[in-house]
């Protein structure tokens, strides 16, 4: 007759480790997701606090994950930030979403359209951030954008994007960035006009280009071409321009967005 097993035994009567190896994870991922953009310090008290253990134990898993880079101590400030191979994870996770795919033949096309890098960047919550770059251009000067790259949310024409078609409470600062510019008010409303928004700033001679991606009726990224003002007109009605807010429809389509134009609440 089989033998049943007991709780807190595995099979053949063995004892079950299943259970504290999730909750060593649990604990790990816990304080690993304390971390945030608007918070990226934290003291051993904060973290003890957070995972609701003893200080000796939250100690153990901060000198753990010091160990795997995934924590980094300051002993000037006494305070933890996020390791340097949370970047790797963060840049892998990124490279598998579903968009990074499914974007990467339209950007190949785009590229050999428009001579110019092309840059996909999806929403982390908080600012956009590059998941995919295209540069194998012709130009003697070539523009090259990091993978990983945060940009800022009011100066980039890819954070304008999402700051005009996200839900307002997916980005609570917009209402004051609004009220404070009226130069940004007058640009969301001319990017829910046109779909695209153009940003030159004065001191790179950089010129981007940028249009969004939605995923059935919510935007999930925006495509750009990034190039030197001397090479991408600022013109939204530009043959440029157009080739780009062709292709971010056509992946809208692909994506399930029922006729690849955009539009916002």
């Known amino acids: 007759m089989a033998t049943k097993a007991q ?7 063995a004892p079950d480790t299943t259970a504290p190896t ?25 973290i003890t606090a957070r995972l609701g253990a003893s200080k000796a134990t939250a100690h153990r898993y901060t000198k753990a994950l010091r160990a795997a880079n995934l924590l980094r101590y300051d002993e000037r400030t006494s305070l933890y930030s996020l390791g340097p191979q949370v970047l790797t994870l963060a840049t892998a996770a990124r490279a598998g979403l579903p968009i990074v795919a499914a974007a990467e033949p339209y950007m190949e096309e785009l590229v050999r359209r428009v001579d110019e890098t092309i840059v996909l960047s999806v929403w982390d919550g908080e600012s956009p951030t590059v998941v ?11 523009i090259s954008v990091r993978v990983g790259s945060r940009l800022d949310l009011t100066s980039s024409a890819q954070g304008r994007i999402f700051l005009t078609f996200l839900p307002p409470d997916q980005v609570p600062a917009l209402p004051r960035s609004v009220r404070k510019s009226s130069e940004l008010t007058e640009e969301l409303d001319a990017i829910r ?3 695209l928004s153009v940003n030159s700033p004065a ?16 935007i999930s990224g925006t495509l750009a071409v990034v190039g030197t003002t001397a090479t991408v007109p600022d013109d939204v009605k530009s043959p440029m321009a157009q080739a780009l807010l062709e292709t971010a429809r056509a992946l809208s389509q692909r994506l399930g967005n029922s006729d690849g134009v955009p ?3």
């Not at 001191?203 to 919510?218: H, S």
Request: without cysteine; hydrophobic residues 35%; negative net charge.
């Open 22 to 46: 999730i909750q060593t994870v649990q604990r790990a991922a816990l304080i690993l997701g304390s971390f945030t953009v608007g918070k990226p310090h934290m003291s051993l008290n904060e």
């Open 7 to 13: 709780p807190g035994t595995g099979e053949q009567g």
């Open 193 to 195: 006009q046109h779909g």
């Open 203 to 218: 001191v790179n001679g950089v010129r981007t280009i940028a249009a969004p991606i939605f995923e059935g009726d919510k």
């Open 132 to 142: 995919r770059s295209v540069d194998n251009t012709d130009h003697m000067v070539r």
């Open 263 to 265: 539009t916002a609440d």
